[in-house]
């Protein structure tokens, strides 16, 4: 019998004011007990609302892992390693992918349906990078080295056309350069389609190879054109 329970039933055999006891009966003497215990000073240091639903909780994992260790090859040790396993897994692909917000994509065009010429999205791109909003920066800098090769006539300007699709054109006359077009091609799709985030290094890169780009002289011999000698 608990100690609350004694003290209730030491109360009913000698009443309140220690007179002598008093047989009554099984449900007079529950109804009884029922209003003692409804007393708060009995219940003073019960754990509050939060704390028996969070024992729940954590008797339910416990009896939820006592299940999975017992059917788990190798026991408690075994579900320990499998779940390491699999954290470093997701961990892995989280590294790889990145964040899972939309399925990565090459078929995104360059540009939007508003013309700008390079000084412009190499304006807009530098003010998205002094504010450090990089997607952006990455963005418009790639527009702006797909313009300038257009103005400079060694893109045709075509609507549609894809940043992979600038970047293997633009090898051709630019091979020195084919490498890093690539790159920054995969850092514009990334951003735009992939669900990345681009950082400083990455605007950094797009900006040196624009103005790479700029002091190069373009191969323009009859080979890299596919015409034949």
Same mark, same amino acid.
């Given at each position: 019998?608990?100690?609350?329970?004694?003290?209730?039933?030491?109360?009913?055999?000698?009443?309140?004011?220690?007179?002598?006891?008093?047989?009554?009966?099984?449900?007079?003497?529950?109804?009884?007990?029922?209003?003692?215990?409804?007393?708060?000073?009995?219940?003073?240091?019960?754990?509050?609302?939060?704390?028996?639903?969070?024992?729940?909780?954590?008797?339910?994992?416990?009896?939820?892992?006592?299940?999975?260790?017992?059917?788990?090859?190798?026991?408690?040790?075994?579900?320990?390693?499998?779940?390491?396993?699999?954290?470093?897994?997701?961990?892995?692909?989280?590294?790889?992918?990145?964040?899972?917000?939309?399925?990565?994509?090459?078929?995104?065009?360059?540009?939007?349906?508003?013309?700008?010429?390079?000084?412009?999205? $190499? +304006? %807009?791109?530098? *003010?998205? &990078?002094? /504010?450090? =909003?990089?997607?952006?920066?990455?963005?418009?800098?790639?527009? !702006?080295?797909?313009?300038?090769?257009?103005?400079?006539?060694?893109?045709?300007?075509?609507?549609? $056309? +894809? %940043?992979?699709? *600038?970047? &293997?054109? /633009?090898? =051709?006359?630019?091979?020195?350069?084919?490498?890093?077009?690539? !790159?920054?091609?995969?850092?514009?799709?990334?951003?735009?389609?992939?669900?990345?985030?681009?950082?400083?290094?990455?605007?950094?890169?797009?900006?040196?190879?624009? =103005?790479?780009?700029?002091?190069?002289?373009?191969?323009?011999?009859?080979?890299?054109?596919?015409?034949?000698?």
């Amino acid at each position: 019998m608990s100690e609350a329970g004694g003290f209730i039933t030491a109360r009913l055999l000698n009443g309140a004011s220690g007179t002598p006891p008093v047989d009554i009966g099984r449900e007079p003497a529950r109804e009884a007990a029922r209003r003692e215990l409804s007393d708060p000073a009995y219940h003073q240091n019960d754990p509050s609302l939060l704390q028996r639903g969070l024992n729940k909780f954590w008797d339910w994992v416990g009896s939820l892992f006592d299940s999975a260790s017992v059917a788990t090859p190798g026991g408690p040790l075994g579900l320990v390693v499998i779940v390491v396993a699999v954290i470093a897994l997701i961990a892995a692909l989280w590294w790889r992918l990145g964040t899972p917000q939309r399925a990565a994509t090459s078929g995104g065009t360059v540009f939007d349906d508003r013309p700008r010429s390079a000084g412009e999205h $190499r +304006t %807009a791109a530098a *003010a998205h &990078a002094a /504010a450090r =909003r990089w997607n952006e920066a990455v963005q418009e800098q790639m527009r !702006a080295i797909v313009r300038s090769l257009e103005e400079r006539a060694l893109l045709d300007p075509r609507p549609g $056309r +894809t %940043a992979d699709e *600038a970047a &293997a054109e /633009a090898g =051709r006359p630019l091979p020195s350069h084919a490498n890093r077009l690539h !790159a920054a091609a995969r850092a514009f799709d990334d951003v735009t389609y992939g669900g990345r985030t681009a950082d400083e290094p990455t605007y950094i890169r797009l900006r040196d190879l624009d =103005r790479d780009l700029e002091r190069t002289k373009p191969a323009l011999s009859d080979a890299i054109h596919g015409v034949a000698p």
